[in-house]
């Protein structure tokens, strides 16, 4: 099991202490690769972005056009986090529904 987030992440180090036993992945430092990328995508879609963050919030009307997983190849905070991937399974977030699979 993997969690791929931000270590400065608040609600990724709430899924990391319910889930010790997962693998922890920075998306900054290790990336996210690629496959798994398009296999999140496919599973959640345009959701895969986090249109309320800070990088988000930055890109001009331009960038923000573009598809999704090319903007977060080269932003990796822009997706939302965190992604938590079991084999097969994927959960994108830390919102109660997800906590509830966990705990």
Same mark, same amino acid.
Do not use: C, F, H, S
């Given at each position: 099991m993997f969690i791929y987030g931000l270590k400065t992440c608040d609600t990724c180090r709430? %899924?990391?202490k319910a889930i010790p036993? %997962?693998?922890f992945m920075d998306v900054r430092k290790d990336g996210?690769? %690629?496959e798994m990328l398009e296999k999140a995508f496919e599973v959640f879609?345009?959701?895969l972005a986090n249109r309320s963050s800070t990088t988000w919030r930055q890109l001009d009307e331009a960038a923000r056009a573009r598809?999704?997983?090319e903007l977060i190849s080269e932003h990796p905070s822009l997706?939302?986090?965190p992604l938590i991937v079991d084999g097969d399974r994927m959960w994108?977030?830390?919102a109660k529904?997800?906590?509830a699979d966990f705990l």
């Open positions: 709430k %899924a990391i036993e %997962a693998t996210v690769p %690629a879609g345009d959701k598809p999704v997983l997706m939302k986090r994108l977030g830390w529904d997800v906590q």
